[in-house]
């Protein structure tokens, strides 16, 4: 019988770090791979190139590496740990558009492999994507890519192309280099354990797979909330804004992990989310989609500026930094139920969730009072599933909310992993369904493709609300419109 631990344990594996200095690989990066070795998941053949400008040795990377883990780190940061993991960590000088600088990393991802004992290579960029089509080419070109080596991986961060396009063409290029079984394109949601939950938690229980549709489901409310700003990354998110940055991935895998049937006769998650995806619609998007830019005000306490005065902005800039849609699923488990999607910068809490707000029953009530009851999925802070539902209050013949709960912190004496880890991990197993698919990332473009289309015939759509509030008055009365609220999170 196959032993199960060794199963998690990926083959050994030689993976060049492209972007290893930028924010993402210290803060999110480097420190996976320092927990998953802490925890002892990493193959002992394990080897990481980091590819960069600085004149860096072998030691002096490692040196550097350490410094940025020991910060961001999940797991306690031991010495002793980090000095068994540093052998494993080599550093290959280069520029991206630089043949020289690709035969290096050939040379140097060889000479890490022969004294790991490293059987596949991974090439992971995570790095601006106007470099993407540069990278990918002198891959190609240098011989690295291998569209026939089961064991040769390409792992892509967002944003995945600008518009469904820009998408296209890079899927194109990435199939010129690689088979579509080495590509993982990052969508870090995925990774997070809430939601690595959603199809366990509602396949497996009856409790929630009774109540997954529009019988029982009014609508369903997804929402990544944020308190952060913009946080120096303007130059990205000027052309961005929130709809391309959160909603054409977080949000839309979110929908679809949660509208999709359940996959059957050896049918995989991925197809069963694409077709979740190919029954989404928006329509009338003047009433169905808002769109904010948050100013100055009040956030977490202090005082914050606007996203105009944010250093790189435009003191004229459009740009979204909150977005919210109605979207339909047209299939018959969701009929009449819409999915309610928001994001946004500077609101008054950080919070990510996808609620299933439920229907009041038709008869007349059994007795008077009661809220809207509802089944939260609780994605961060504070993972955990949460049922609002009518209680009789005691001594009275009245309805009130109560509160059935579910956390993680409570429930498991061990604490979630990262969402990098189980990425990193995914990546290296070549476990492709947390990471989405081509046709996934192209429908949630042509979705999002419209809104932006649509957000830029009618500019004066773009409405401010203050830093530490809910977000524009527009997203209120798209809800408004249909009777309902978003729900306070
Ligand atoms: C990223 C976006 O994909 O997700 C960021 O580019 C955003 O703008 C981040 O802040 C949110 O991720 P998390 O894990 O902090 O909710």
Not at 230 to 240: D, F
Not at 366 to 372: A, H, Q
Request: negative net charge; contains cysteine.
């Amino acid at each position: 019988m196959e032993n199960s631990y060794s199963s998690l344990i990926p083959e050994p594996c030689a993976i060049a770090l492209f972007g290893v200095t930028g924010h993402l690989s210290r803060h999110k990066i480097l420190p996976a791979f320092y927990d998953l070795f802490h925890r002892g998941m990493l193959p002992a053949g394990f080897a990481l190139v980091g590819f960069a400008r600085r004149e860096w040795s072998q030691e002096e990377f490692a040196l550097w590496a350490k410094g940025e883990i020991r910060e961001n780190c999940r797991t306690e940061f031991d010495e002793g740990v980090f000095s068994l993991l540093a052998p494993h960590f080599y550093f290959s000088k280069g520029t991206f558009g630089d043949e020289g600088s690709f035969e290096a990393l050939k040379e140097e991802m060889g000479k890490a492999a022969g004294e790991q004992g490293a059987k596949g290579k991974m090439f992971y960029l995570s790095i601006p994507p106007a470099s993407f089509p540069q990278v990918v080419e002198m891959l190609k070109r240098g011989g690295l890519a291998d569209p026939k080596d089961p064991f040769r991986k390409v792992v892509i961060e967002k944003p995945f192309g600008w518009d469904l396009e820009s998408a296209k063409s890079l899927d194109s290029l990435l199939a010129s280099a690689f088979s579509p079984s080495q590509v993982f394109r990052v969508d870090h949601y995925l990774g997070k354990e809430m939601v690595q939950n959603l199809l366990p938690l509602r396949f497996e229980n009856p409790v929630f797979s009774a109540l997954w549709s529009s019988e029982c489901v009014d609508h369903v409310e997804i929402s990544v909330a944020e308190s952060a700003g913009v946080e120096g990354r303007a130059a990205y998110y000027e052309k961005a804004g929130a709809a391309r940055d959160v909603l054409q991935n977080h949000l839309m895998q979110l929908l679809a992990l949660t509208a999709m049937e359940k996959p059957e006769n050896g049918e995989s998650e991925r197809e069963k989310k694409v077709e979740a995806l190919k029954s989404c619609s928006v329509s009338d998007l003047k009433r169905t989609s808002a769109r904010g830019q948050y100013s100055a005000g009040f956030a977490s306490g202090r005082f914050v500026r606007g996203y105009r005065e944010e250093p790189g902005v435009d003191p004229l800039s459009l740009a979204d930094t909150f977005a919210a849609l109605k979207v339909e699923v047209n299939t018959p488990r969701w009929e009449g139920a819409p999915f309610y999607l928001r994001t946004g910068k500077r609101l008054a809490k950080r919070s990510a969730e996808v609620a299933l707000v439920l229907k009041r029953p038709l008869a007349a009530s059994f007795l008077p009072g009661g809220e809207e009851d509802c089944v939260t999925f609780k994605i961060q802070p504070g993972e955990g599933v949460w049922a609002k539902f009518s209680s009789k209050a005691p001594g009275k013949e009245i309805l009130r909310g109560a509160l059935m709960g579910f956390s993680y912190r409570e429930e498991f004496a061990e604490g979630s992993p990262e969402a990098y880890e189980n990425l990193v991990m995914d990546a290296m197993l070549g476990k492709s369904s947390l990471f989405p698919s081509e046709e996934e990332t192209e429908l949630s473009w042509k979705i999002t493709d419209e809104l932006e289309g649509f957000w830029r015939r009618e500019p004066s759509t773009l409405e401010f609300y203050e830093a530490g509030s809910w977000g524009p008055s527009s997203a209120e009365r798209l809800m408004e419109r249909d009777g309902r609220k978003w729900r306070k999170l």
